[in-house]
């Protein structure tokens, strides 16, 4: 963005009265003589041998009423210097009121990308008082029983946390103790947070006097996630995350991604990287619009030049790419989302895929008959995909898979037009890149899919 755009948006479109200054009526030689003088520039003095141009009598006037400010030139010079620093500091008061209002330090981030993420978290959490009343969110996962492998290894687990942290271990919890922590976890609730425990919410023991080990009267039932986030840290800390994750459970927000595997499926292939330019140059009016067409037996793509003239240039980019962007945008393709941007606000289950039972869990869920009603599961699956051959030309034109992808900018890769393009143009060649991409294969490797994307 130029200054004086700047200026006009977040400032107070000062620039356009900046003033004027005659910067070729004087020299090295005479300087200190010309602008010691206490008379205004003359008419003459503001004309300008180098750019062949004269002032004007509306301009000139306008000059002579801020002249009359001054005691001589040297004061006016530096007013009109410090024009400059104003005009930029202006844009910069606006856009630091405006954070502040969201309690946001805007020095603290790189971009202003960076500040409206920061505002978007600001509005996410406006309402949220630690103070408030939350209720407890609905889990609908199956109800948690306690097996004795899962006893075994939390009484292994507990022993060894114990002995690291030097404290008594003559009376911890043993294996022998099952049936009445398995009637315990049935009965009872998360004792920190009233949350009921499931496979998708499962329990643990929390301490009641930290000094001490795990002894069968001194702990008592919670839930892992009030364990980690309570677990010898300061009580006010503790009821901090406690209602956060009940906040965001209400308003579905993402911060309960605790499992970091599935953190990183989400992630995967959507961030960093700039956006791939599939044509170079497209201008309204003047180019024609092209078409990309496969042919299967020379397996060659080629441009076609239709006989349409461009009417409308948009250009498409993201700093990060979340399918979920493109579930938002209203389009008869896609009536199942009404418009809607769904973003990963909690994660109800995960399932590997590594055995015949859970792929067949999977195909179930995908092809599931309610998957676009409203009773339908929303998933996100990682998966291999590619378009046939006999159908890419139906999408070579707008390929519909969208990877961060990494590649060597080689003359195999990109080809001899491209890799020449970059030669001619001093672009580096024959090394990594990665850029935001349209392909129609993942290229062998898994990615990851929302449902009403895939």
Same mark, same amino acid.
């Given at each position: 963005?130029?200054?004086?755009? $700047?200026?006009?948006?977040?400032?107070?479109?000062?620039? @356009?009265?900046?003033?004027?200054?005659?910067?070729?009526?004087?020299?090295? @030689?005479?300087?200190?003589?010309?602008?010691?003088?206490?008379?205004?520039?003359?008419?003459?003095?503001?004309?300008?041998?180098?750019?062949?141009?004269?002032?004007?009598?509306?301009?000139?006037?306008?000059?002579?009423?801020? $002249?009359?400010?001054?005691?001589?030139?040297?004061?006016?010079?530096?007013?009109?210097?410090?024009?400059?620093?104003?005009?930029?500091?202006?844009?910069?008061?606006?856009?630091?009121?405006?954070?502040?209002?969201?309690?946001?330090?805007?020095?603290?981030?790189?971009?202003?990308? $960076?500040?409206?993420?920061?505002?978007?978290?600001?509005?996410?959490?406006? #309402?949220?008082?630690?103070?408030?009343?939350?209720?407890?969110?609905? @889990?609908?996962?199956?109800?948690?029983?306690?097996?004795?492998?899962?006893? !075994?290894?939390?009484?292994?687990?507990?022993?060894?946390?114990? *002995?690291? *942290?030097?404290?008594?271990?003559?009376?911890?919890?043993?294996?022998?103790?099952?049936?009445?922590?398995?009637?315990?976890?049935?009965?009872?609730?998360?004792?920190?947070?009233?949350?009921?425990?499931?496979?998708?919410?499962?329990?643990?023991?929390?301490?009641?006097?930290?000094?001490?080990?795990?002894?069968? @009267?001194?702990?008592?039932?919670?839930?892992?996630?009030?364990?980690?986030?309570?677990?010898?840290? #300061?009580?006010?800390?503790?009821?901090?995350?406690? !209602?956060?994750?009940?906040?965001?459970?209400?308003?579905?927000?993402?911060?309960?991604?605790? #499992?970091?595997?599935?953190?990183?499926?989400?992630?995967?292939?959507?961030?960093?990287?700039?956006?791939?330019?599939?044509?170079?140059?497209?201008?309204?009016?003047?180019?024609?619009? *092209?078409?990309?067409?496969?042919?299967?037996?020379?397996?060659?793509?080629?441009?076609?030049?239709?006989?349409?003239?461009?009417?409308?240039?948009?250009?498409?980019?993201?700093?990060?790419?979340?399918?979920?962007?493109?579930?938002?945008?209203?389009?008869?393709?896609?009536?199942?989302?009404?418009?809607?941007?769904?973003?990963?606000?909690? !994660?109800?289950?995960?399932?590997?895929?590594?055995?015949?039972?859970?792929?067949?869990?999977?195909?179930?869920?995908?092809?599931?008959?309610?998957?676009?009603?409203?009773?339908?599961?929303?998933?996100? $699956?990682?998966?291999?995909?590619?378009?046939?051959?006999?159908?890419?030309?139906?999408?070579?034109?707008?390929?519909?898979?969208?990877?961060?992808?990494?590649?060597?900018?080689?003359?195999?890769?990109?080809?001899?037009?491209?890799?020449?393009?970059?030669?001619?143009?001093?672009?580096?060649? #024959?090394?990594?890149?990665?850029?935001?991409?349209?392909?129609?294969?993942?290229?062998?490797?898994?990615?990851?899919?929302?449902?009403?994307?895939?």
């Amino acid at each position: 963005m130029e200054l004086k755009q $700047a200026a006009k948006d977040f400032g107070d479109g000062y620039d @356009d009265r900046k003033g004027l200054f005659p910067y070729e009526a004087f020299n090295t @030689d005479n300087v200190n003589e010309v602008l010691s003088k206490s008379e205004p520039f003359t008419m003459e003095d503001f004309n300008s041998s180098l750019k062949k141009t004269k002032i004007s009598e509306k301009d000139y006037q306008i000059y002579l009423e801020d $002249a009359k400010r001054f005691k001589n030139r040297w004061d006016y010079l530096q007013y009109y210097n410090e024009q400059d620093t104003y005009i930029m500091i202006k844009p910069l008061m606006t856009l630091i009121s405006l954070q502040f209002k969201y309690k946001i330090d805007m020095f603290s981030f790189m971009s202003m990308a $960076a500040c409206s993420n920061a505002i978007k978290y600001a509005k996410a959490y406006e #309402d949220f008082n630690i103070n408030g009343i939350y209720p407890n969110f609905d @889990d609908n996962s199956q109800k948690f029983y306690l097996t004795e492998n899962y006893w !075994q290894s939390k009484v292994r687990g507990y022993l060894v946390q114990d *002995k690291h *942290k030097k404290r008594d271990t003559t009376n911890n919890v043993q294996d022998s103790d099952f049936d009445y922590f398995k009637q315990l976890f049935k009965v009872s609730n998360c004792s920190i947070c009233g949350c009921k425990f499931t496979f998708d919410n499962k329990p643990t023991l929390d301490r009641i006097d930290n000094t001490k080990g795990h002894s069968k @009267d001194n702990v008592l039932p919670c839930c892992l996630y009030c364990n980690c986030f309570c677990s010898d840290k #300061d009580k006010s800390i503790c009821k901090l995350f406690i !209602q956060l994750r009940k906040y965001c459970m209400i308003r579905c927000l993402p911060t309960n991604l605790t #499992d970091i595997d599935v953190y990183h499926l989400i992630r995967k292939w959507i961030t960093g990287g700039l956006s791939n330019v599939m044509h170079r140059v497209n201008r309204s009016g003047i180019d024609f619009i *092209k078409r990309l067409y496969y042919n299967k037996e020379a397996k060659k793509v080629t441009v076609l030049t239709t006989d349409h003239r461009i009417t409308h240039v948009v250009g498409v980019d993201f700093n990060s790419l979340y399918p979920s962007v493109m579930s938002s945008e209203p389009h008869k393709f896609i009536k199942y989302t009404g418009g809607k941007m769904y973003m990963c606000g909690s !994660q109800t289950g995960k399932i590997m895929g590594d055995n015949d039972h859970s792929k067949q869990t999977i195909l179930r869920i995908i092809n599931s008959n309610k998957r676009f009603t409203q009773e339908g599961r929303l998933f996100i $699956a990682e998966v291999k995909g590619h378009i046939q051959e006999d159908y890419l030309n139906d999408f070579i034109n707008f390929p519909p898979i969208l990877r961060n992808y990494e590649f060597t900018t080689d003359e195999r890769t990109i080809g001899s037009y491209m890799y020449s393009h970059m030669k001619d143009n001093t672009i580096k060649t #024959d090394q990594k890149q990665r850029k935001l991409t349209n392909l129609t294969s993942t290229m062998g490797e898994y990615m990851a899919f929302s449902s009403y994307y895939l």
